[in-house]
């Protein structure tokens, strides 16, 4: 009778780590991809068969495309690529430039044991491992959902390159909750800024410290030489 009762299957060691790998080889999440920087976009193109808003199309005098395409995959996957726009202001146009946050970076929502089509390119180098595991580090679905909501949030509060004369807020540092005036461009991404709350300073900020405020809500900056 005693003997009748034991149904119950015990796995050793090995086959629960085998059982736990293929779980995982078997299961869709995101993983982060290396690439050589600046094909981030076009690896992205290739990788979920959709257009790139940001380049525009050229063609030739017979109508041919001029743009050097990588194969699709087939099927494509999901892929994303953190970016934000920036207004760049030169003497004779203002353009919409875009900016890849993390530069060499492809985040990919695969299988696992699908990553070895997606080598499509030398531009493609190699995943983020797990050196306890031996294998490409996963992230969760619900942590990717996070990180895509914290960009998409920075690229709506018009995280833009300011020019000198523009009002900004400041979003972070000893001077957060502040606006000031742009005084300067100093280098690619930082500014000399002008703040007055009781005294007037001048600091040096990056630009993702702050954010331009629309026209008609400006404080009023007193003329001052600093």
């Not at 491992?129 to 709506?156: C, G, H, Q």
């Not at 007037?200 to 629309?214: E, G, H, L, S």
């Amino acid at each position: 009778m005693a003997e009748n009762q034991k149904t119950t299957t015990e796995l050793n060691d090995e086959e629960v780590q085998r059982l736990l790998r293929e779980k995982r080889y078997n299961a869709l999440r995101w993983y982060v991809l290396y690439v050589t920087a600046q094909h981030e976009r076009q690896i992205l193109e290739a990788f979920t068969g959709k257009p790139d808003a940001y380049r525009p199309a050229r063609k030739s005098r017979s109508g041919a495309s001029l743009a050097k395409k990588l194969p699709v995959l087939d099927p494509p996957i999901e892929a994303y690529v953190p970016m934000r726009e920036e207004r760049h202001k030169w003497s004779d146009r203002t353009r919409i430039v875009p900016i890849c946050l993390a530069p060499g970076i492809i985040f990919v929502r695969i299988r696992l044991k699908d990553k070895a089509r997606l080598y499509i390119s030398d531009h493609i180098r190699k995943f983020l491992y797990r050196k306890d595991l031996r294998e490409p580090a996963s992230i969760s679905d619900d942590t990717m959902e996070a990180f895509k909501s914290i960009i998409e949030k920075s690229s709506d509060s018009s995280m833009q390159a300011p020019e000198p004369g523009d009002t900004v807020q400041v979003l972070s540092g000893p001077f957060e909750g502040f606006q000031g005036e742009i005084v300067r461009r100093d280098g690619a991404t930082h500014f000399q800024l002008r703040i007055f709350e009781g005294c007037a300073v001048t600091v040096r900020m990056d630009a993702n410290m702050m954010k331009v405020v629309p026209k008609g809500t400006q404080r009023v900056f007193p003329d001052a030489r600093f």
